[in-house]
């Protein structure tokens, strides 16, 4: 069993950052390939990152080059910091740790946070 935890998101203007923070508890936290997902009102929930432990990242198009994730094993945490925000950012952002293979489907994740709403004004 994994908790996830985020936190970070936050009332912004275009052009601002933004660092989310997902703590996870339980001691196998490094098997986990850990994600990101966002979920806009009236719109399915995407991808936006994930991480494998080690090197391995993967970004959707829309925010390769602005959002960059990263974990820390030691800590059981993974982050993502988004730069160059825009409106279209606008969203509640999940944290979800998931067995693999799969990466880029919220069905590959079998554990999710509560969510931080992050809001981008123009």
């Known amino acids: 069993q994994v908790q996830l935890v985020e936190s970070g998101g936050g009332l912004v203007q275009a052009g601002d950052s933004l660092r989310l923070s997902c703590a996870a508890s339980?001691?196998?936290?490094?098997?986990?390939?850990m994600g990101w997902f966002r979920q806009a009102p009236g719109k399915e929930r995407e991808f936006v990152a994930a991480?494998?432990?080690?090197?391995?990242?993967y970004y959707a198009d829309s925010v390769k080059g602005r959002f960059t994730i990263s974990r820390d094993n030691a800590k059981n945490t993974v982050y993502l910091q988004m730069n160059s925000l825009k409106p279209e950012d606008t969203a509640v952002y999940y944290c979800?740790?998931?067995?693999?293979?799969?990466?880029?489907?919220?069905?590959?994740?079998?554990?999710w946070g509560q969510g931080t709403q992050v809001t981008v004004s123009s």
């Open positions: 339980g001691r196998t936290f490094s098997r986990y390939v």
């Open positions: 991480a494998w432990s080690g090197t391995m990242s």
């Open positions: 979800a740790a998931g067995p693999g293979p799969g990466t880029y489907s919220p069905g590959s994740y079998i554990y």
